[in-house]
């Protein structure tokens, strides 16, 4: 029988496939440490996917390292005499530290802590898979005390990792929030006590005793007497989110919080400004993460310290055994420079990890002295560094270079971000043209410049007939290749996650957007105390602005848009009425009072492509109020794009397609026309945006700026009836505008997860009159 790999290869394999994946799987682990950190500060796919896929290998090699080294040490037991394999002995226990994972990253997704208890039966074979190794070498190794204590070592970290997955299971961290048990005051015996009370005759009553709350906490106090508008320090930042942190954690699993706690919280945010509050609810999510997919709360605590400094001095003390007690003149030099390597990749791993964790949000929060305010408990020098080192982690904003959009964008260095900072967008009418998506603002990315068309074909270069013949077969072979990769991603089903890449904008997330969206929040807020505003602000879908008093006299018109369809269907409706004005109005010039149009025109935009990335791409964000969104979605797209095809529009030719459709005359409506078989709102769309258009002509509506209101408060209803989980699963991936607004909300008050009414006090017994 013929070899289909030859024996070189072979023993090539068998010599180094050890060797191999053991530096393999320590390279995977320097890259989880160093880089995994990085996810939470951008949403970009092949980033996200690169961290995924070194994430799934470590685990493997690492598996994989412990399998080959058992059956090779099964084979060295038979021969005896061979002494090139005894330092094998000692890597297994590497390999537990490997699997025990850094501290940056225990669970890429959310469903991964749910599988803790996985881990803890992959600890029980991993141990004894080390185990028999160690015992087949224990009568031939001179290597038992170093294995011993890296052992020890890599069943520690193990350990942390499964620990870490426990606590992040959302049953395990919904329990470890709940408070005790309150029955309430002793009904039983109080109706005892008045029962006897009235048989003898005694005039009795039951009246409340409002019991006191105690001392102000330190929030609160520290804010008495602060003027609207407060300016945080950095510490201050971090301590009040953690302090936020610790109350509000409970939002992900769905459990409800007091008035009291409402109350706190929106007296805090009341009096922030719209950047400080960004940059407290930026740290709190920064705290979500840590809890949900790292170390953090293992390690962060003084049971971690110890079992960490156990961990790290074990290493050390295997290390100097090994390099001043072994003699090694008889191992292989190259087994010897391996070893060497894991036990100072080991060393350095702890030593990123403890500087990691110095300057974590997590021991900026702990400096801060409950009693005394923010008195630092370290010295001035480190207490600078640390400031310093804060600074660099504070959202930086810069202005725009390009002169119609000149504001503040948020611009923060990719090595310090601790969220995206960006506001994705889709958008109907370009996707239905194959049109590529242009940006507001300057954004840095990558642009590969098509310079064969130029070469080939080109209007500036003539080569006669010869180059027009070249130009045409150049055409057609690249529109072939556009074919046959199309249906390979279509085979692949592919087809959304190129879409994200080619059709999808990413826009820097703007200092007076941010600003529009606090202040639409500060604003109802202050409605939320009736309880008959409460209901009405929750479910809220643009019917909310229209009872303002300005827009009296087109709510009816409009309201047939809002209340009269279905979530989903309202999103495309109003998304690609937004898109037909923006169009095919130009600009407003520069002038007095001109500036405001244009921003709530530019805010209009940006949300309205943002709700539809919403709806078609981040489905499960959306998913408990979109319907049948993404049918309807592609039922649209199908009717118009044979509306492009019959008047041959082609790629970035936008405005003209939006001419085309309200071109169309829509005298009855499309329902009556084409009954209920297609889900398609293109030409309903049409009739709103005439209705918006004549509503400015007529009422002297100030359409942007309706607009723009209806958008957020549209914005605002998605956010508060998104599952809680799908938004913890977000902070992961780069972080979501609707988040943010999620978090705001539930600071200023808007939401139902406040039904725990201020507690009247206990109940007493009164004789007498």
């Known amino acids: 029988m013929v070899n289909i790999i030859p024996e070189n290869f072979k023993k090539i394999w068998d010599d180094w496939n050890i060797r191999g994946v053991m530096l393999f799987s320590l390279f995977l682990q320097i890259l989880l440490i160093l880089f995994s950190p990085l996810r939470k500060g951008t949403s970009n796919k092949l980033i996200i996917m690169l961290i995924w896929s070194v994430y799934l290998l470590a685990d493997w090699a690492a598996n994989f390292a412990v399998g080959l080294i058992s059956d090779s040490q099964g084979d060295a037991a038979s021969t005896p005499e061979e002494s090139s394999t005894y330092l094998l002995a000692v890597w297994p226990p590497f390999l537990l530290l490997h699997l025990g994972g850094p501290d940056t990253i225990t669970a890429f997704a959310l469903e991964d802590n749910e599988l803790w208890l996985r881990h803890v039966l992959g600890l ?49 961290f919904r329990d470890s929030m709940l408070k005790d ?37 330190n929030t609160r106090r520290s804010l008495i007497g602060e003027r609207h508008g407060l300016c945080l320090g950095d510490l201050q930042v971090v301590h009040y989110a953690y302090h936020f942190f610790d109350i509000f954690k409970g939002l992900i699993v769905d459990l409800i919080f007091s008035f009291h706690e409402r109350n706190e919280s929106r007296d805090f945010f009341i009096n922030l400004t719209p950047e400080d509050a960004l940059r407290v609810i930026e740290v709190e999510l920064n705290f979500i993460y840590d809890a949900l997919y790292t170390k953090v709360q293992v390690v962060h605590c003084r049971f971690g310290y110890a079992t960490r400094f156990i961990s790290f001095a074990s290493v050390v003390a295997a290390l100097s055994i090994f390099h001043f007690k072994v003699n090694q003149s008889g191992f292989d030099k190259f087994d010897v420079g391996i070893t060497y390597a894991l036990f100072l990749g080991a060393i350095a791993l702890d030593i990123i990890a403890f500087f990691m964790l110095v300057f974590s949000d997590w021991t900026f929060a702990a400096l801060s002295d409950s009693e005394n305010g923010f008195k630092l408990k370290i010295k001035s020098g480190i207490a600078a560094t640390i400031r310093w080192f804060l600074i660099l982690k504070k959202p930086k904003w810069y202005k725009c270079q390009q002169e119609k959009h000149n504001c503040e964008v948020l611009a923060t260095p990719f090595l310090f971000r601790r969220w995206s900072g960006h506001v994705s967008g889709h958008n109907l009418i370009r996707y239905c043209l194959k049109g590529r998506p242009t940006h507001f603002h300057q954004v840095k990315s990558c642009v590969i410049k098509k310079f064969i068309p130029g070469i080939i074909g080109g209007r500036d270069i003539h080569f006669g007939r010869v180059g027009q013949f070249l130009s045409f077969i150049y055409g057609k072979v690249i529109h072939l290749l556009g074919s046959i990769i199309q249906l390979v991603i279509d085979f692949l089903g592919l087809t959304d996650f190129v879409d994200e890449i080619r059709y999808l904008s990413h826009e820097p997330l703007t200092k007076p957007l941010w600003e529009f969206i606090f202040k639409e929040l500060k604003e109802k807020s202050g409605f939320e105390d009736k309880p008959e505003n409460a209901k009405k602000i929750h479910s809220a879908r643009g019917d909310w602005i229209l009872e303002n008093e300005d827009y009296k006299d087109c709510r009816q018109k409009l309201l047939r848009y809002v209340n009269g369809v279905t979530f989903d269907e309202g999103l495309l409706l109003w998304h690609i009425a937004t898109e037909l004005l923006y169009q095919t109005e130009e600009e407003a010039t520069h002038e007095a009072g001109n500036d405001n149009y244009n921003d709530h025109r530019q805010f209009s935009k940006i949300l309205s492509d943002y709700m539809l990335y919403l709806l078609v791409v981040q489905t499960t964000m959306i998913s408990a109020v979109a319907g049948i969104g993404k049918i309807r979605f592609r039922d649209t797209c199908a009717e118009a794009k044979r509306l492009f095809r019959s008047k041959n529009l082609r790629a970035n030719e936008e405005k003209e397609g939006c001419e085309e459709i309200l071109g169309v005359n829509t005298y009855a409506e499309p329902v009556k026309v084409k009954g209920d078989r297609s889900k398609s709102v293109l030409f309903d769309a049409s009739m709103l945006a005439q209705v918006l258009e004549n509503l400015e002509k007529g009422q002297k509506v100030e359409k942007w700026k309706l607009l723009s209101r209806i958008w957020m408060e549209l914005l605002s209803y998605a956010a508060c009836n998104c599952i809680a989980r799908t938004h913890a699963q977000q902070v992961s991936k780069g972080g979501e505008l609707i988040t943010f607004v999620w978090l705001l909300m539930s600071h200023f008050g808007l939401g139902e997860q406040f039904q725990i009414n201020k507690g009247q006090g206990r109940a007493k017994l009164i004789i007498g009159k």
């Open 181 to 217: 048990p309150d029955p309430g005051p002793n009904y039983a015996k109080l109706m005892d006590d008045i029962s006897s009370k009235v048989e003898a005759k005694l005039p009795t009553a039951v009246i409340m005793i409002e019991e006191q709350s105690g001392k102000k906490s």
């Open 124 to 172: 029980v074979f991993q141990v004894l898979a080390a185990v028999y190794v160690f015992l087949l070498a224990l009568d031939r190794t001179k290597l038992a005390i170093p294995t011993l204590l890296v052992f020890v070592a890599g069943i520690i970290k193990y350990l942390e990792r499964t620990r870490a997955l426990y606590l992040a299971s959302l049953d395990r």
